[in-house]
């Protein structure tokens, strides 16, 4: 009786949830809060066999029923009781470090190795510095060929500017990172211009001002102020300090911050508003345009100023542009930004801009493996 029992329980276990989910889930949240897309269903033909299982289990896995609503109560529990991210939230794939003081940070997967990046156990051999400096060099001389200046341009992960509020069981392994590495290696055997921010950030952190928000994973405008600088003044002999602007702080809506979003506390971990810079003797924009509005996972974006500096700008890009558009805008008259390398070739070829910035922020560093590539003119 007790082992009838006992298999009533788990088959009830494993049924239950699935033919309850059919009928709640309408009423429940179920959408994709994770920064990466779901597993697609496997394909159901005699040549992919061998995948059919472990692609369904991964297709299923990421819709589980009640996925959303567990996770929340996972990060609940978690506050209720004070505790700090360990080891087995970073292996099992969690999306969301709990750090210090409430702060959350981006447990990168899938190709974002932020903790990683962070305990600086991912570097690069050799070869592969050679190669990724081979293809740089050759992607800047072929913009150079054409009279156009080309920069690879570096956003910080969070946890690089504050490594203080990450859990105290993450302890670097080293003080290079696999970026710190990379632009180094750049700086010594090519003569691509690079700009990696986090020592501009540490500054200005040091200085009181800040630079990430505190539930999400991309940098503020301020911080991205501070990146945004550092172009400026490579191409223009120029730049802003944030003694020279006014920060402050705009509360007038409430803004939902992702990694809240990805564990299910959007509602909850909600800052009243966000941190702004504000830059009264710059331009003004004149004119913009956007395939899906203000987004910043938009394809194409494009700005236009009554900035001196006439020079077309285009940068290739990725999320963390977003806060950096009223800066980069204000700098020069013309502002192109696009995600796609196909639709960043054809732009280059038909349009001719005077300088093209390629953005890959530090965790999306498996970009700056092969977007050089995809660049190059074959």
């Avoid at 029992?5 to 949830?17: D, G, K």
């Avoid at 750090?99 to 903790?115: A, M, Q």
């Avoid at 501009?200 to 301020?222: C, M, Q, R």
Wanted: charged fraction near 25%; charge should be negative; hydrophobic fraction near 40%.
């Amino acid at each position: 009786m007790k082992k009838k029992i006992l298999c009533a329980v788990f088959l009830a276990a494993l049924i239950i949830p699935t033919i309850s989910w059919l009928f709640l889930r309408p009423a429940l949240s179920s959408e994709n809060r994770e920064k990466r897309e779901y597993a697609a269903f496997p394909e159901l033909s005699v040549s992919n066999y061998t995948n059919i299982a472990p692609e369904f289990e991964k297709w299923f896995n990421d819709r589980l029923p009640y996925k959303n609503q567990m996770t929340a109560l996972n990060a609940e529990i978690k506050k209720q009781t004070k505790l700090e991210s360990n080891w087995m939230d970073y292996i099992g794939g969690l999306g969301v470090i709990f750090g210090k003081d409430g702060w959350l940070f981006y447990n990168g997967n899938t190709g974002e190795s932020t903790i990683n990046d962070f305990i600086c156990n991912n570097l690069y051999s050799e070869a592969v510095l050679e190669e990724l400096a081979a293809g740089y060099q050759a992607l800047s001389d072929q913009y150079k060929a054409q009279g156009i200046d080309f920069i690879l341009f570096i956003p910080t992960n969070k946890e690089q500017v504050y490594p203080e509020l990450m859990p105290d069981d993450l302890v670097p392994q080293g003080k290079v990172s696999r970026t710190d590495q990379l632009v180094a290696y750049l700086k010594e055997h090519t003569d691509v211009t690079v700009i990696y921010a986090k020592d501009a950030l540490i500054e200005a952190k040091a200085e009181g001002y800040p630079l990430f928000n505190k539930y999400d994973s991309h940098w503020n405008t301020v911080g991205a102020f501070v990146g945004s600088q550092l172009i400026c003044e490579e191409l223009t002999g120029e730049k802003s300090e944030l003694s020279d602007v006014t920060v402050f702080y705009n509360d007038a809506v409430p803004e939902p911050r992702d990694l809240a979003d990805v564990y299910g506390l959007g509602d909850e971990y909600r800052e009243n508003g966000s941190w702004d810079v504000y830059e009264p003797e710059k331009a003004d924009l004149t004119g913009g345009f956007t395939t899906e509005g203000a987004s910043a996972e938009a394809e194409f974006m494009q700005f236009e100023s009554t900035a001196e500096d006439k020079r077309e700008i285009l940068i290739i890009k990725d999320s963390f542009v977003f806060n950096m558009i009223g800066t980069m805008a204000r700098c020069f008259a013309k502002l192109t930004m696009i995600s796609d390398s196909k639709m960043a070739k054809e732009y280059v070829e038909k349009y001719h801009p005077s300088v093209v910035i390629l953005e890959i922020v530090e965790r999306q560093f498996y970009r700056a493996e092969h977007q050089w590539e995809e660049l190059l003119e074959k």
